[in-house]
């Protein structure tokens, strides 16, 4: 279970990651034409889906993401705020695209860092922090009609890996510590930001040219 000096940690990452997550899952559900009812599904898809798995997952039941109303909250602000204010939050895209890689910096600690404490298995804990960091947007992605930006954007799941993997080392080693986290949200935000300024991809199949016979 979570100890009292990570707690605090923990419940910061998850409500920095809901509210993110739920502005870019609002976003999207504006995109494609959603009425109220429709954004709120898609930004609180987006904000709680993530957590709810790495719950499940772990067996921490009934999940946070719908038995702690600060999450629950968290998520129809997001959503409420992008009703309202998208033309502004579609403007400010390099913004939103910023907070997207935050959202996704703090899942994957946060969920390394959950299933770490749960004792969960050293590759077990870096899968729980992967999922946790992409399931919201993959769910979000499902529900709205399109392909799961995972599969098709510059470095999404890599990032959140690496946070992952620096989490559940330094539980191994026994150092983990607030420095520690921060400093792997830090880490994951930087190699996001990196790869969408510099527009890189993981390697996709060669194209061959030709007819087949």
């Known amino acids: 279970m979570l100890t009292p000096s990570y707690h605090s940690a923990q419940l910061a990452l998850d409500l920095a990651g809901v509210f993110v997550f739920a502005l870019s899952g609002g976003l999207v559900a504006v995109k494609k034409g959603f009425d109220l009812f429709g954004v709120l599904v898609l ?29 629950l909250t968290a998520a129809a602000l997001g959503g409420l705020v992008t009703f309202v204010y ?66 098709r954007r510059e470095l999404y799941a890599v990032p959140a890996t690496v946070g992952s993997v620096v989490v559940v080392v330094a539980g191994e080693l026994g150092a983990l510590s607030d420095w520690v986290l921060w400093g792997a949200v830090a880490l994951v935000f930087g190699l996001r ?5 510099l527009d890189l991809n993981a390697p996709r199949p060669l194209r061959t040219t030709g007819t087949s016979t």
């Open 43 to 71: 930004a609180v898809a987006a904000a709680l889906g993530g957590g709810i798995l790495r719950d499940v997952l772990i067996g921490d039941v009934p999940p946070v993401g719908i038995s702690d109303w600060r999450l």
């Open 193 to 197: 930001i990196v790869a969408v300024r």
């Open 86 to 151: 998208h033309p502004g939050v579609e403007r400010i895209s390099r913004l939103v695209r910023a907070l997207d890689a935050v959202g996704l910096a703090a899942f994957a600690v946060a969920g390394s860092l959950k299933a770490v404490s749960f004792g969960v298995p050293p590759i077990a804990s870096v899968l729980v922090g992967v999922t946790t960091a992409v399931g919201g947007g993959v769910i979000r992605d499902l529900l709205a009609g399109q392909v799961p930006e995972v599969l």
